[in-house]
C-alpha cells in the first residue's frame, strides 16, 4: 500500500487530510486510560454506574468530541483565540467570588445553566495559550528584560491570585508551575531564576503566617507528623497510605477493594482515586498506568518538538506539561509524599470540568501534531 503523502505540509488541508493527520495511538491511549477511570468509579460505588460512573461516560464521550473538534481547528486561529480566552476565563473566575457556589468548604463553582463550571480548571488551559501566544513573539533576550517578563508574571500572578482565594491551592499550584516553565522553555535567564527562587523561599515564612488558611496549615502539619493524630486531621492520608500497601503485587482485584468500598477512604472518587486503583491493581497494575501516563506525555513532547512554529511548541509543551503537573501532585500527595492539596488524578478521577479541559488540551496538542508544517512568522504575532 502506497504511502500517502503528508498532508500537514500543504497550507491548507481538508477535513479528511486533518482526521488522517490525527494520532489515533494517542487517543487510543486517552481512551484506554479514561476507561480504566471509569471502571474504577464503578467499583468504588460498589459495582454501580450510580452516581459517579455512568455520568464520567457522559463526560468522557463530551470531552472526546471536544478533543476531535479542537484538534481539527488551525493553531492559528487557537493563537488568534488566545488572548479572549484567557480574558473569558479570568472573568469567570472573577465571577466565582460574586456569583459562585461552595463545596467542601471551597468556592470554586459557578453555574452555567445546568452546567456546574469550575473555571480554575479553565484558566490552566487558557494560561497556556495566552503565555505561548505572548512568548512566541519574543526572542530569548527578550523574554529576559524587565517589561515582558512582568507583564508574563503577571499573566500568571493575576490569575494565581484570584484561585488561592478561593481557596484552592492546588490549583494555584499547577497554574504557577505551568506559567513558569513556559517562562523557562522560552529561554528566561537564570540570572532572574535563581534570585526568584531564593525570594519564594524567603517567603515561606509570610505565606504561612498570612497567605495560608487554618485547613490548608493542618495539612502541612498533617504531612509532616500524620500519625500525630491518625484518626482526626491524619485519616485521609493514613487511610490512602493502607489501601496502597494493601494492594501488595497483585492487588486485590478489581470490586475487591475494601478502604473504598468500606467507607475508609474519603473522596475515593475524586483526589483519592489512584489509591483505590493502587488496592484493586497492585504495584503491577500502577506501574502499568504510570508506563501508559509516560507514553502520553512522550507524545505530547514528540509533538512539541516536532512543530516549526514557537507558539505551537510552545503550546504543545505547556499542555503536555500541565497534564505531568496534575499526575505528580496527585500521585505525590496521596503517597503523602506532599500535603493534601485537592488535586484529581487526570483521566481517573471523577469531574465533568476536569475531564473536559484536560480533553481540550489533548484536542489543542493534536493542532499543533496535524498543524506541525505550519510556519507562524515571529514577529507578525500570527493573528489572523
Not at 524567603?202 to 495539612?219: E, G, S, T
Request: hydrophobic fraction near 55%; include cysteine; glycine fraction near 10%.
Amino acid at each position: 500500500m502506497a504511502l500517502r503523502p503528508y498532508a500537514a505540509a500543504k497550507r491548507t488541508l481538508s477535513v479528511a487530510d486533518k482526521l488522517f493527520e490525527v494520532n489515533w495511538g494517542l487517543v487510543l491511549l486517552i481512551v484506554l486510560i479514561s476507561t480504566a477511570g471509569i471502571a474504577m468509579l464503578y467499583s468504588v460505588a460498589g459495582g454501580q454506574l450510580h452516581p459517579w460512573a455512568g455520568k464520567q461516560i457522559a463526560h468522557f464521550a463530551l470531552g472526546l468530541f471536544v478533543l476531535v473538534a479542537a484538534s481539527m481547528i488551525d493553531i492559528r486561529v487557537w493563537m488568534s483565540l488566545a488572548y479572549p480566552a484567557y480574558g473569558v476565563a479570568l472573568l469567570l473566575l472573577v465571577a466565582v467570588d460574586v456569583a459562585g457556589h461552595s463545596g467542601l468548604g471551597a468556592q470554586r463553582w459557578i453555574s452555567l445553566g445546568p452546567l456546574d463550571l469550575q473555571p480554575s480548571e479553565l484558566m490552566k488551559i487558557a494560561l497556556v495559550l495566552a503565555l505561548a501566544r505572548f512568548l512566541h513573539g519574543k526572542s530569548t533576550e527578550d523574554i529576559s528584560k524587565p517589561l515582558p517578563l512582568a507583564i508574563g508574571l503577571a499573566m500568571i500572578g493575576i490569575p494565581a491570585i484570584f484561585v488561592v482565594l478561593q481557596p484552592n491551592l492546588g490549583t494555584t499550584l499547577i497554574i504557577v508551575m505551568d506559567g513558569c516553565s513556559l517562562l523557562f522553555l522560552a529561554g528566561l535567564s537564570w540570572w532572574w531564576i535563581g534570585p526568584t527562587l531564593a525570594a519564594a523561599a524567603a517567603a515561606v515564612p509570610l505565606a504561612w503566617r498570612f497567605v495560608l488558611h487554618d485547613y490548608q496549615k493542618a495539612r502541612v502539619e498533617t504531612f509532616l507528623d500524620p500519625a500525630s493524630d491518625a484518626l482526626g486531621k491524619g485519616w485521609n492520608i493514613t487511610q490512602a497510605k493502607i489501601a496502597i500497601g494493601s494492594g501488595g503485587i497483585a492487588g486485590k482485584g478489581f470490586l475487591n477493594g475494601t478502604q473504598s468500598r468500606l467507607n475508609f477512604l474519603p473522596e475515593s472518587q475524586t483526589d483519592f482515586i489512584w489509591t483505590s486503583f493502587c488496592e484493586e491493581f497492585g504495584f503491577v497494575g500502577a506501574m502499568a498506568m504510570l508506563i501508559l501516563f509516560g507514553v502520553v506525555i512522550f507524545y505530547g513532547v514528540q509533538t512539541a518538538t516536532s512543530a516549526r512554529s514557537q507558539f505551537g511548541r510552545l503550546l504543545a509543551m505547556g499542555i503536555t506539561l500541565n497534564f505531568f503537573f496534575y499526575i505528580m501532585v496527585n500521585g505525590l500527595m496521596v503517597m503523602g509524599l506532599i500535603p493534601v492539596v485537592g488535586i484529581p488524578m487526570p483521566l481517573l478521577s471523577y469531574g465533568g470540568s476536569a475531564m473536559l479541559t484536560v480533553m481540550f488540551g489533548f484536542g489543542l496538542l493534536m493542532s499543533v501534531h496535524i498543524h506541525r508544517q505550519v510556519e507562524i512568522p515571529r514577529h507578525s504575532g500570527g493573528i489572523i
